[in-house]
């Protein structure tokens, strides 16, 4: 079975820096991409940062600047670099990744999801 496991998150004051990391385990052929979503209360859960298998990336326009995206293909993990960082921040942050698995016994593509790991940033 295909699991994301984050780590990293936590409690800081504004302009502190945090580091997440997430790392994917299972029976796993392939990965396509990995990222971070985040969901503030009582908001819809947004694409944070994301990173292709060749390194290409994509970043939220409100993160663009103070968060870099890498990922360490060896060991099926991405980390995500947050520094300045705001109270609008303040969210679970969730890892994603689409990938192709062998867990069924055939190739199969689909999107995985960790449980998320809370960021709280203080004023």
């Known amino acids: 079975q295909v699991q994301l496991v984050e780590s990293g998150g936590g409690l800081v004051q504004a302009g502190g820096s945090l580091r997440l990391s997430c790392t994917a385990s299972?029976?796993?052929?392939?990965?396509?991409?990995m990222g971070w979503f985040r969901q503030a209360p009582g908001k819809q859960r947004d694409m944070v940062a994301n990173?292709?298998?060749?390194?290409?990336?994509n970043y939220a326009n409100s993160v663009k600047g103070r968060f870099t995206i890498s990922r360490d293909n060896a060991k099926n993990t991405v980390y995500l670099q947050m520094n300045s960082l705001k109270p609008e921040d303040t969210a679970v942050y969730y890892c994603?990744?689409?990938?192709?698995?062998?867990?069924?016994?055939?190739?199969?593509?689909?999107?995985?999801w960790g449980r998320g790991t809370q960021v709280t940033v203080s004023s």
């Open positions: 299972g029976d796993i052929l392939s990965i396509i991409s």
């Open positions: 994603n990744a689409e990938l192709t698995d062998f867990t069924r016994g055939y190739a199969r593509t689909g999107d995985y």
């Open positions: 990173i292709f298998n060749r390194g290409s990336t």
